[in-house]
């Protein structure tokens, strides 16, 4: 069974770097694209990236300037890293594999001094 779960810090302060690590199991990362999708407070769902089977990624443009995902395959996991982060930057944030509808449960993160 595949299954997803992300890590991180929960609190993070202003202009500081977002970590955010997503690890699978059941199957391989390279088996697949997988993506990172966050919830702010009382919005709906933003796409932020994917990263694919090669290793590719592609991001949206409203936060690629800030967004970088990667991955290691030798622990089997992808992760985020969002800079500069706002207040605006709080959300659940998820990973996901789309295709098969798989999902982390999601992880709060809130920016704040």
């Known amino acids: 069974q595949v299954r997803l779960q992300e890590s991180g810090p929960g609190l993070v302060k202003p202009s500081q770097t977002l970590s955010l690590t997503c690890s699978v199991s059941?199957?391989?990362?390279?088996?697949?694209?997988w993506s990172w999708i966050r919830q702010p407070p009382g919005k709906g769902l933003e796409w932020m990236g994917d990263i694919n089977i090669s290793g590719s990624t592609y991001y949206s443009p409203s936060l690629k300037s800030r967004t970088s995902i990667s991955r290691d395959t030798s622990k089997n996991q992808f992760t985020l890293q969002l800079s500069s982060v706002t207040p605006e930057d709080t959300a659940v944030y998820y990973c996901?594999?789309?295709?098969?509808?798989?999902w982390g449960q999601g992880t709060q993160v809130t920016v704040s001094s």
């Open positions: 059941g199957t391989s990362v390279t088996s697949d694209y």
């Open positions: 996901a594999r789309p295709s098969s509808d798989y």
